[in-house]
C-alpha cells in the first residue's frame, strides 16, 4: 500500500491528491497562462468525469484521504456540480476541497456548500479592481469580491485567500490583504511566486520571499504561531491580535518541504505528477482506457508514491523549473 511504503522510503504519509479537472480558464493570470499560444488538450484527452471517480476510488484505496479540485478553473467545466456529487459520496475521503478563482464564485457558492465541499481557497492577487485587470488580463474583480461574500454567507468558514506576492505588482498591497485577516474570518495565505511554465515571469527581482512578506505585516503587531494537522498543507500559520481570519505564509521556493509533501497530483488529461517542480509523469489514462483492472491501477499510484522525490536539491543551487504550465497542472 502507498502509505506503508512511502513511509518505508522515509517520506511523510502520502493521503493528499490534487486533481485538475480541467486546463480551460477565465482569466489569464500574467504568472500561469498566457493570452496566445497555449495548446489546449482536446477534450477527448482530457479525462472524463467517470475516470476521475474511478482514479479516486483506487486513490482512497491506497490512503488518500484529502482531494482538492483544481484546474485551470474548475468551475468552467460542464457538469462541475453532477461530478462533485459523486465525489462526495467515496466515504473514505475525509476532505474535499476546492481551489477556484472566484470569478463564478457567486452562482455556484451555494451548490458548492450543498454537495459537502468542506473548504474553498479562492485565488486573489489584488483588492484593485484596476489591478486585477492587469494581473488577470479581465475586468472582474467585483465579480470575484461578490463570490467571497457569498461564499461566507453561505457558511464557508475558514475561506482561504490565496495571494501570489509579486515586487511591483502587489507587493504595496501585503499589509491590506494582513488586515483583513482582522475584519474578516478568512485565512489569507501569501504564496512565493513560482517559476512555472515555458515563459514565465519569474525573476529575483519579482520574488518575494515569505520573511519579507513576515517583515511587511509586523508593524501591524505581534503573529501568534498556530500548529498545523497531518492533512495540512506546507503553510506555516499565524494569527494577528485581535483577528477573526489567519495568515499563511508558503514558501514554494525558499523552503522545500519535499520532506512533508504528503500530496500527487493529477493533470486534467490524465497523468501523475508527484512532483511540481518535476516534469516526470506517469500516464494513468491509456491504461484506464485499455481496460487495466483496478490492481493494475493501484500499482501505478503505488510506483509514483515510492518514488517520490524527497529533495529536490539544495536552493543555493537555484529555482528549479517546470515547463509545463500552472494551468495544465493543477497548481
Ligand atoms: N484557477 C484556479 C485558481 O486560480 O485558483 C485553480 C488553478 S491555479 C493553477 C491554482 C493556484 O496556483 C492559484 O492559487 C494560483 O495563484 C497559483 N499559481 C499559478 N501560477 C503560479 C505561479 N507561477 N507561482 C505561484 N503560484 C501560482
Ligand atoms: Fe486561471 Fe488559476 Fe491560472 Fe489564473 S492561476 S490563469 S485563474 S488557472
Known amino acids: 500500500m502507498v502509505i506503508e511504503q512511502s513511509i518505508e522510503k522515509g517520506h511523510k504519509p502520502i ?32 479525462l472524463t468525469y467517470e475516470e476521475m471517480l474511478r482514479l479516486v476510488k483506487i486513490s482512497a484505496r491506497s490512503g488518500i484521504r484529502k482531494v482538492r479540485l483544481t484546474g485551470g478553473e474548475p468551475l468552467v467545466r460542464k457538469g462541475f456540480i453532477g461530478f462533485l456529487e459523486k465525489l462526495c459520496e467515496i466515504e473514505e475521503l475525509e476532505e474535499i476541497t476546492l481551489t477556484t478563482n472566484g470569478v463564478l464564485l457567486k452562482e455556484y457558492a451555494k451548490p458548492l456548500k450543498e454537495c459537502g465541499i468542506c473548504r474553498l481557497n479562492v485565488s ?11 494581473v488577470t488580463g479581465r475586468d472582474y474583480f467585483d465579480r470575484v469580491w461578490e463570490g467571497i461574500l ?36 478568512y485565512h489569507v495565505r ?21 520573511e519579507e512578506i513576515l517583515s ?23 494569527i494577528l491580535e485581535g483577528g477573526k481570519g489567519e495568515i499563511g505564509l508558503i514558501g514554494a521556493m525558499s523552503h522545500h518541504f519535499c520532506d512533508s509533501c504528503n500530496r ?19 500516464d494513468v489514462k491509456t491504461p484506464l482506457r485499455e481496460g487495466k483492472g483496478d490492481d493494475y491501477i493501484l500499482g501505478l499510484l503505488t510506483s509514483a508514491a515510492i518514488n517520490k522525490t524527497k529533495d529536490r536539491g539544495p536552493i543555493e543551487s537555484g529555482p528549479r523549473k517546470c515547463i509545463r504550465h500552472m494551468s495544465s497542472i493543477g497548481g
Open 15 to 46: 493521503n493528499y491528491l490534487r486533481l485538475s479537472v480541467t486546463d480551460r480558464c477565465n482569466l489569464r493570470c500574467v504568472y500561469c497562462m498566457p493570452e496566445e499560444g497555449i495548446d489546449f488538450l482536446p477534450h477527448s484527452s482530457i
Open 124 to 134: 486573489l492577487d489584488t483588492l484593485k479592481a484596476e489591478r486585477f485587470l492587469q
Open 150 to 185: 457569498e461564499a461566507e454567507k453561505c457558511g464557508f468558514n475558514p475561506l482561504k485567500i490565496n495571494v501570489v506576492a509579486i515586487r511591483g505588482v502587489n507587493d504595496e498591497e501585503i499589509l491590506d490583504f494582513a488586515r483583513l485577516t482582522v475584519e474578516k474570518p
Open 190 to 210: 501569501f504564496i512565493e511566486l513560482m517559476p512555472v511554465g515555458k515563459e514565465n515571469i519569474w525573476s529575483d527581482e519579482r520574488f518575494i520571499s515569505i
Open 216 to 238: 511587511a505585516i509586523e508593524p501591524l503587531g505581534p503573529l501568534r504561531p498556530i500548529l498545523s494537522n497531518s492533512l495540512d498543507g506546507p503553510a506555516k500559520r499565524y
Open 264 to 282: 500527487l497530483r493529477l493533470t486534467a488529461e490524465g497523468h501523475l505528477r508527484t512532483c511540481l517542480f518535476s516534469d516526470q509523469e506517469i
